[in-house]
Nanobody, 118 residues
Framework: QVQVMESGGGLVQPGGSTRLSCKVSGIILSVWSTTTVSWYRQGPGRERELVAKFTGGGRTEYADSAKGRFTISRDYTKKTVHLQMNSLQPADTAVYYC?????????WGQGTQVTVSS
C-alpha cells in the first residue's frame, strides 16, 4: 500500500526558511522513478493550489508564487522529495500537502502546517 508522509514546517518568521520532506513508501524503486511528486498548499479560506512538481521524467515545475524562492528536489534512493522554501511571507501560510501520482492512482499525505508569522 502506497503511503505518503510529510514532515517539516511549523512556525517561521517572515523572511525565514524551512524545508519540507515527503517520504513515499510501499512503492518499488522502478515505479518510484517514474512517479510524479507534487507539493500543493491550501491557505485559510483558499482552494488547494499547486506549488511545485518533480515529474517522473526529472522535470521540475513551479507556481509563479514559488519561482525564485522555493526549490524542489528528489532523493531517488530514499524515495523522498524535499521542498526548500526561502524568503517566506505570511501569504505562504498554509497546510502543505504532498501528492504522489503513479500510473494507477494519486496518493496524498495528511499535510503539514507552515505558519509564517512574527
Amino acid at each position: 500500500q502506497v503511503q505518503v508522509m510529510e514532515s517539516g514546517g511549523g512556525l517561521v518568521q517572515p523572511g525565514g526558511s524551512t524545508r519540507l520532506s515527503c517520504k513515499v513508501s510501499g512503492i518499488i524503486l522502478s515505479v518510484w522513478s517514474t512517479t510524479t511528486v507534487s507539493w500543493y498548499r491550501q491557505g485559510p479560506g483558499r482552494e488547494r493550489e499547486l506549488v511545485a512538481k518533480f515529474t517522473g521524467g526529472g522535470r521540475t515545475e513551479y507556481a509563479d508564487s514559488a519561482k525564485g524562492r522555493f526549490t524542489i528536489s528528489r532523493d531517488y534512493t530514499k524515495k523522498t522529495v524535499h521542498l526548500q522554501m526561502n524568503s517566506l511571507q505570511p501569504a505562504d501560510t498554509a497546510v502543505y500537502y504532498c501528492q504522489a501520482a503513479t500510473s494507477w492512482n494519486n496518493f496524498w499525505g495528511q499535510g503539514t502546517q507552515v505558519t509564517v508569522s512574527s
